[in-house]
C-alpha cells in the first residue's frame, strides 16, 4: 500500500513538474513573440522614417542647384535707354531685359518671328535682368563693356535641363522642341550647367520657382523664435518657481496646475483662434508680422516650458535647501543662488525642444494672417514675414513643378533645423545633468 502511495506521489509530482514546465515554455515563448512584435513595430517605424526621408531628399535635392547660361553681354547704352549712370533713377528706368534679349539673338541669330523670339527670351529667368542691373550700378564702369556671364535659365529650362541627367528620361514640360536644340547646343558647347543655388538661401518668395527662396522665412522664423523665446522663458520660469517653491497648496493653485497640463494638450490652432480673437481684433496688433507670431507662439509654448521647468526643480535633492538654509540663506537666496543654477539644465532643455515644436507649428501663424505672400527679407521685429513652415505650405500649392522640389528642400532645411535643436537639448541634457 505505500509503494502505491509513493508511486502516486512521484507520478503526480512528475505530472506537475510537466505541467509547470510547459506553462513556462508557453510563457517564454509568449514572451518572445512580444519583444519579436516590439522589434518589427520598431523596424516598421524606422522603415516608415527612412521612406519618408529618401522621397522628400529625391524631390528636393535638386533645388540646391540651379541651371545657368552664359552669354556675352554689352551694356550698350542706347540699348539701355540711359545717359548719366550715376542717376540712380535713371538706372532703375533702364530697359535691362533688352541686354539679355539682345545677348540672346547674338547668340542665335537664326531666330525669326515673334513666336520664336518670345521661346528664345523664355531661356533665361526675369531675374537676369536685375542682376545686371545690380553690376552696372555696382560699377558704372561696365557702361560699354562687354562681359560673358553665368545668367539663371527659366523654371522650365532647369527642370528639362535637370531631368536629362536622370534615367527615367527628360520631362519636356513647357519647353519647345526648338528651346530642347537650343539646350543641345548649348551644352555641346559646354555654355549651360548646374551651379550652386545660393539664391534659395538669400532670397525672399517670389511667383517665378526660379527665383524663390527660404531667406526670408528663414528670417521670419528667427525673428519669431526670438522674441518667443525672450518672452516665454523667463515667464516660464518664473511660474515654476513660484508654483513649486512659494505657492501654497490650496485648491487654487491645484487648479492653476491642472489648467497648464491641459493648455499643454490643447491644438495649436486654439492657440491660432486665441491671437485672432484678443491680440489681432481687440488689441489691434499688425497681422503678419514676428510680434504677433512671437505672442501667439509664446502662449503655446509657455505650458511645456513650465512643465519641464518644475519637474527640474524637482529633481534638485531637498538636502541642498536645508543645507542653504542651515547657513542662514533666505528663502528667495535659497532659490536663486542654489536651487536655480542646479535646475537650470534641464529648464533650458525643455526650452530648446518648445522653441523646437514652436518652429514647427503652421496652424497657429495662419490663423494670424503669417499666410502673407511676402517677397523682402524682413529687416525687424515689426516689417511683414512669414515662417518655414507656411512658406512650405504656400509652395506645396503652387501648380508649377519647379515648386515641388523647391517645397521638399524646404523641409528637408526644416527638419534639419528640428534635429539640430533636439540633438542640442539632449546633449545639454546628458553632459549637465546631475546625478544625486
Known sequence: MTSHSS??????ASSNTALIEKSLARRYRAEKRFQLYGLMAIAFGLLCVAVLFIDIIGKGHGAFRQTYIE??????SDVLGLSDVTDAQQIRLADFPALVK?????????????????????????????????????????????????????????????????????????????????????????????QFNWNFFTSGDSREPEQAGIGGAAMGSLLTLILTFLLSFPVGVAAAVYLEEFAPKNRWTDFIEVNINNLA???????????????????NVPRSIPVIGGLVLTLMTLPTIIISSRAAIKSVPPSIREAAIGIGASPMQ???????????????????????????ETAPLLMIGMVAFIV???????????????QIFLWADSPERAFVEKTS??????????????????????RLERRW
Not at 552669354?71 to 550698350?76: A, H, N, P, S, W
Not at 527642370?159 to 555641346?188: D, M, N
Not at 529687416?379 to 518655414?388: E, H, I, M, N, S
Request: hydrophobic share 45%; aromatic share 6%; charged share 20%.
Open 265 to 283: 494638450a490643447v491644438p495649436s490652432i486654439i492657440f491660432g483662434l486665441l491671437g485672432l480673437a484678443i491680440l489681432i481684433n481687440f488689441f
Open 409 to 430: 528642400a524646404a523641409i528637408m532645411v526644416l527638419l534639419a533645423f528640428l534635429i539640430s535643436m533636439n540633438t542640442v537639448a539632449a546633449v545639454l541634457r546628458k
Open 71 to 76: 552669354l556675352e553681354i554689352t551694356y550698350d
Open 334 to 360: 535659497v532659490v536663486l543662488q542654489h536651487v536655480l543654477p542646479l535646475a537650470m539644465p534641464g529648464m533650458l532643455t525643455g526650452a530648446i525642444i518648445g522653441m523646437a515644436q514652436a518652429l514647427g
Open 7 to 12: 508511486d502516486d506521489n512521484k507520478k503526480t
Open 376 to 390: 523682402d527679407i524682413p529687416g525687424g521685429f515689426t516689417d511683414p514675414a512669414t515662417v518655414l513652415p507656411v
Open 102 to 194: 539682345q545677348a540672346l539673338r547674338s547668340r542665335h541669330g537664326d531666330v525669326t518671328g515673334r513666336k520664336g523670339k518670345r521661346e528664345l527670351n523664355a531661356l533665361v529667368s526675369s531675374s537676369a535682368a536685375y542682376e545686371l542691373q545690380d553690376r552696372l550700378a555696382a560699377n558704372p564702369g561696365l557702361l560699354g563693356s562687354t562681359e560673358k556671364l553665368w545668367l539663371p535659365a527659366d523654371d522650365d529650362i532647369d527642370t528639362y535641363f535637370k531631368s536629362l541627367r536622370k534615367s527615367g528620361g527628360a520631362f519636356v514640360g513647357r519647353t519647345s522642341e526648338r528651346q530642347q536644340a537650343w539646350l543641345q547646343a548649348l551644352q555641346e558647347s559646354d555654355e549651360i550647367r548646374l
